[in-house]
């Protein structure tokens, strides 16, 4: 890890070019207090203003970018990022081919996901909740960032950050059905716990979109229990696990 990140934070192993930097921020290394100890970025959830400015900027240090914060809404909204991107703008993916930009997702269970040309060209990221990853942010992503690659997939990187692990992650039928009315292969992402109620492996559903979309070259989390965020409460910060909770981030950018 770069040294100059806190020791638990985590960044992709990836054959990435040498403009290309990621990095994802963990729960140590800002001011915040209480059930937001202490680095939360996010500034939707109650903690003081000025500890979530602080928390932020700091990260920004860190990642000697600016990372842009989006108003993420659970959908498939897609947007450009340049250096006049407001925080707050409403999207669940992002990309840019600017420097010093950071494509910036925030998450407490859902699953951040990266994606990087491997010769540095773009980046993009996307906020995979099951609503998000069920409704087609992956793709609508990629979408967007495939013309600056002249359509091919084989240039692309990704990597899936921490989530919910697929032992946490307790489900209704319904989001079952979300994923296997368009693929019936999803249905091994899933293990019946009975009484209608399933566990969902979401890295596992995200590769599967990632790799039907022609992107192979895929690192990160592997559903092990050291990426779960419930399982891990003093590294990362869980809505699932303690309802009032901090974000944490994982940024994507040209440097």
Partial sequence: MNERYPADWLAPDWPAGEGVHAACSARHGGV??????????????????????????RLAQALQ???????????????????????????DACWTTERGVACTIMVADCLPVLLADAQGRVVGAAH?????????????????????LGGTPREVLAWLGPC?????????????????????????????????????????????RLH???????????????????????????????RLSGRFAAACWLG
Avoid at 33 to 55: C, F, I, M, Q, R
Avoid at 66 to 82: A, I, K
Avoid at 128 to 148: H, I, N
Avoid at 178 to 201: I, V
């Fill in 32 to 57: 915040s207090t209480g059930p937001y100890d202490s680095l939360n970025l996010g500034d939707h959830v109650h903690d003081a203003p000025a500890s979530v400015a602080e928390n932020r900027r």
């Fill in 128 to 148: 995979c909740g099951w609503r998000g990853l069920a409704g087609g942010v992956l793709e609508a992503l990629w979408s967007a960032m495939r013309p600056q």
């Fill in 164 to 208: 919910i692990g697929p032992e946490a992650f307790e489900v209704g039928p319904e989001v079952r059905e979300a994923f296997t009315a368009a693929d019936a292969g999803a249905a091994a992402s899933f293990r019946a716990l009975g009484g209608g109620k399933f566990l969902a492996d979401l890295p596992a559903l995200a590769r599967r």
């Fill in 212 to 242: 039907a979309s022609g992107i192979e070259r895929i690192g990160g989390n592997d559903g092990s229990t050291a990426w779960c965020t419930v399982a891990n409460p003093s590294r990362f910060f869980s809505h699932r696990r303690d």
């Fill in 65 to 91: 970018a600016r990372p842009v914060f989006l108003s993420q809404v659970h959908g498939t909204g897609v947007v450009r990022l340049d250096a006049s991107t407001p925080d707050g703008t409403q999207a």
